[in-house]
């Protein structure tokens, strides 16, 4: 069992921190998956929220970021997700472009932004 390092649930949003590494990821993968269920999304939503999740974690992994923060904020009939790693190297324009096209069609807005010593991921569903 997996014990989060951080999490918090305020009003309207809900926020796991944890190390990263592909060790976390199912941790993240079921807040995510729990979060949709129990807002109310469609079966669509919810599967886009979690192929998302999961999509944006294997680049934060892959760029080596550490500690990854899930942010889910959970709307009237849907779910603004932020997800921020930190002490990222820069993710390669092909892993940035594989989110995008998971992202597209799927998703009422989506951003990806790199700083210098973060990697930040927005989207709807």
Same mark, same amino acid.
């Given at each position: 069992?997996?014990? &989060?390092?951080?999490?918090?649930?305020?009003? %309207?949003?809900?926020?796991?921190?944890?190390?990263?590494?592909?060790?976390? &990821?199912?941790?993240?993968?079921?807040?995510? &998956?729990?979060?949709?269920?129990?807002?109310?999304?469609?079966?669509?939503?919810?599967?886009?929220?979690?192929?998302?999740?999961?999509?944006?974690?294997?680049?934060? %992994?892959?760029?080596?970021?550490?500690?990854?923060?899930?942010?889910?904020?959970?709307?009237?009939?849907?779910?603004?997700?932020?997800?921020?790693?930190? %002490?990222?190297?820069?993710?390669?324009?092909?892993?940035?472009?594989?989110?995008?096209?998971?992202? &597209?069609?799927?998703?009422?807005?989506?951003?990806?932004?790199?700083?210098?010593?973060?990697?930040?991921?927005?989207?709807?569903?």
């Amino acid at each position: 069992m997996v014990v &989060a390092h951080f999490m918090a649930v305020t009003e %309207n949003a809900i926020r796991v921190q944890l190390p990263g590494g592909a060790i976390y &990821a199912p941790a993240l993968l079921e807040a995510a &998956a729990k979060t949709g269920a129990r807002s109310g999304l469609t079966a669509a939503q919810a599967t886009t929220l979690t192929t998302l999740v999961r999509a944006a974690l294997d680049v934060l %992994n892959t760029v080596g970021s550490s500690p990854i923060m899930l942010e889910m904020t959970v709307q009237d009939a849907s779910i603004a997700v932020k997800m921020i790693g930190k %002490n990222a190297k820069k993710p390669t324009k092909k892993a940035l472009k594989g989110l995008e096209t998971k992202a &597209a069609g799927h998703t009422d807005s989506y951003s990806a932004r790199v700083t210098k010593t973060a990697f930040t991921v927005r989207f709807d569903v």
